[in-house]
């Protein structure tokens, strides 16, 4: 088969595409509450006949689609969760839910994934293995991927390779991401609880004061990254919130400060843990405070293999030769598609999906993020190709 034929196919159901995902925008739904959308999407996989489980990690969708010939298995990952944002973009297919909206791309991702099995199933007689689709919930920092790979994601059958992509605002439409190696960091939730002595706000003579020591160690947690690490090293520690006592004229007892910090993992990530925890007790007790620091890990960081990298960045070329195929896009926000990476070659691709000249260019996570639907069935026939061309070992 012609890989290229994929496009005309992937055009000729973009009305549809599109109709989905503004149907998946008007009705988002957090991690793990993705009933509607898991709803959708299995009752459309039943529609082509295929094997679907449902209920995985509450509410991922599996489904199978085994081709007439033997070959390998691969994975393909769409993620559905929305997020709690008011949206404020005033599309006509803008969010019917109070403070929850599609602010990431996601709605767009279920779409392009329902999409790909419609292409592939329609040359099921001369497929050559298996395609696993995965609707995962809860992607937004939740580790859905972390839930589903407990409950078996990576068995019966084991994949061979794992693919995902992301709709990239970041870049315009016609820019394709594909870096070897590091491309997505690593997260942690950071926590650190000061405890000092309160006391009436007029005499902090009679106080140990929590968040002059709070300040004291914000500030000085900025020292990790510009000051321990390499220069051409990457890494982010950043403290995200600050709480603290009650009422405007007492000093508190306790001071919280909870953040997040990004890495790539190995030294690196052990030198930033070792520093903050360092520099928080030091600088606490310096001012006469005590410092508990919690570290929780919640994603590996997404690291694509690069002989699979390279093939793909090679299709691209094939596909789409008018396309910017970037090999060097880093990106410190996580993805918990790494978990389903850990351990099977897998590629992340990003797809630029934003359009200034359509006022399309808003940021992830921002309430006016929105993106050019013409990246839809591009999207779609380009994973369908990726697919296709693993299944024939090319």
């Keep these: 088969m012609n890989i290229s034929q994929f496009i005309t196919e992937s055009e000729a159901l973009a009305e549809e595409i599109v109709a ?12 793990f509450q993705e009933h509607r959308t898991a709803g959708v999407v299995a009752d459309a996989m039943n529609g082509l006949g295929l094997k679907v489980r449902t209920g995985v990690a509450e509410t991922g969708v599996i489904t199978l689609l085994e081709g007439k010939r033997p070959g390998p298995t691969i994975l393909l990952r769409f993620d559905m969760d929305a997020l709690p944002i008011q949206e404020e973009t005033g599309a006509s297919y803008a969010s019917t839910v109070d403070g929850v909206m599609h602010a990431c791309g996601h709605d767009g991702h279920t779409a392009i994934g329902m999409a790909v099995a419609k292409l592939l199933n329609s040359h099921r007689q001369d497929l050559p293995g298996t395609i696993k689709f995965v609707f995962q919930p809860a992607e937004e920092g939740l580790n859905g991927a972390e839930r589903m790979v407990e409950e078996g994601v990576l068995l019966d059958p084991v994949p061979d390779y794992t693919l995902a992509m ?12 594909i870096t070897p190696g590091p491309a997505m960091a690593g997260s942690e939730r950071l926590e650190i609880e000061i ?3 309160g006391g009436h706000g007029a005499s902090p003579h009679q106080t140990v004061d929590p968040v002059l020591a709070s ?8 020292s990790v990254v510009s000051r321990n690490l390499d220069p051409c090293q990457a890494a982010v520690v950043s403290v995200t919130q600050v ?3 009650d009422a405007f004229n007492v000093i508190p007892s306790k001071a919280l400060l909870q953040g997040t910090i990004r890495t790539f993992g190995g030294e690196v990530r052990d030198l930033v843990l070792q520093r903050v925890k360092e520099i928080a007790g030091g600088v606490a007790q310096a001012m006469g405070c005590e410092a508990q620091v919690k570290v929780e890990r919640l994603t590996l960081p997404v690291v694509n293999n690069r002989a699979l990298a390279a093939k793909l960045q090679s299709l691209v070329k094939r596909v789409y030769p008018e396309a910017t195929v970037d090999s060097e896009e880093v990106a410190m926000g ?17 797809v630029g999906s934003s359009n200034p000249a359509k006022r399309l260019d808003a940021p992830h996570h921002n309430p006016h993020f929105d993106f050019d639907e013409v990246i839809l069935p591009r999207a779609a026939a380009l994973m ?4 296709w061309m693993l299944l024939e070992g090319e």
């Design 20 to 31: 989905q995902r503004r149907d998946f925008h008007r009705h988002p739904e957090l991690g």
């Design 166 to 177: 992301h709709l990239w605002n970041n870049k315009p439409v016609g820019w394709i991401g």
């Design 334 to 350: 996580s993805e918990d598609m790494a978990f389903m990476m850990a351990d099977i070659p897998g590629c992340y691709m990003f």
């Design 243 to 245: 709480r603290a006592g």
């Design 215 to 222: 300040a004291q160690v914000i500030c000085a947690l900025q």
């Design 195 to 197: 405890t000092g002595r």
């Design 384 to 387: 369908a190709a990726a697919a």
